[in-house]
């Protein structure tokens, strides 16, 4: 099946500052999304964005479908930002989203 | 407000007592799964449903049965809980009509004893 890497595992930031977390799958995808797991668990809908680039506030990804990557902006970050970013692709006709490991991201004051 | 909602959202439980958790979704969405979490091996597809009584297994469906008689709801029955079965369950829901985005609900915390 397709294999989904995420990096890096961890991200510790002071508040204010800027990120880049990278998501590498290994096929070709009709699906990539963007969550946000927050400390209550909760998965919180980012991007769906099987290509190109896309901008919400403070956030923005980027897919390159070609290269198979896809990249999440995080500008100015807030405490509120901390949790587990994964990344999940869908490819052909699975029926499943094909989770990645996440990044673990704290953001300090 | 578009939404998948699940219920309850945490259960404490004792082995070998039948559940379910329910799943319902206002979004007119064909496509309805069910995952679970557990550290260390991310999300697992428990069991989906293209359409109305139309349902397969996922990656891991030993010990879960679901039915989907209706479009919109999408309960998970475990018919005899096992501790094995402690884990943080996810329903989602898409529409090839909208691209197939798939949309979470807030999670059920499960725990058997």
């Known amino acids: 099946g397709i294999q989904v890497e995420q990096s890096p595992p961890d991200l510790i930031l002071q508040e204010g500052a800027n990120s880049t977390l990278r998501c590498n799958f290994s096929?070709?995808?009709?699906?990539l999304q963007w969550f946000h797991q927050n400390p209550w668990g909760q998965l919180i809908n980012l991007f769906y964005i099987p290509s190109g680039t896309k901008q919400n506030g403070r956030l923005s990804a980027t897919t390159v479908a070609t290269e198979r990557y896809s990249l999440l902006y995080i500008s100015s970050s807030q405490t509120t930002d901390s949790g587990v970013y994964f990344c999940?692709?869908?490819?052909?006709?699975?029926?499943?989203?094909?989770f990645g490991t996440g990044t673990r991201l704290q953001v300090t004051l | 407000e578009a939404q998948v909602t699940q219920n309850p959202r945490y259960l404490i439980t004792v082995t070998g007592k039948k559940l379910t958790v329910t799943c319902s979704q206002n979004m007119n969405h064909e496509y309805m799964s069910w995952y679970r979490q557990d550290p260390g091996l991310g999300l697992r597809q428990i069991y989906y449903?293209?359409?109305?009584?139309?349902?397969d297994k996922g990656d891991v469906p030993e010990g879960y049965k679901v039915s989907r008689k209706e479009k919109r709801n999408f309960p998970l029955i475990l018919e005899s809980p096992s501790p094995n079965q402690t884990s943080l369950y996810f329903c989602?829901?898409?529409?090839?009509?909208?691209?197939?985005?798939?949309?979470f609900g807030p999670g059920t915390r499960l725990t058997v004893l």
């Open positions: 989602a829901s898409s529409s090839i009509r909208v691209g197939n985005e798939q949309f």
């Open positions: 449903s293209m359409n109305v009584e139309v349902t």
């Open positions: 999940a692709v869908r490819a052909g006709t699975a029926s499943k989203l094909t």
């Open positions: 096929d070709s995808v009709n699906n």
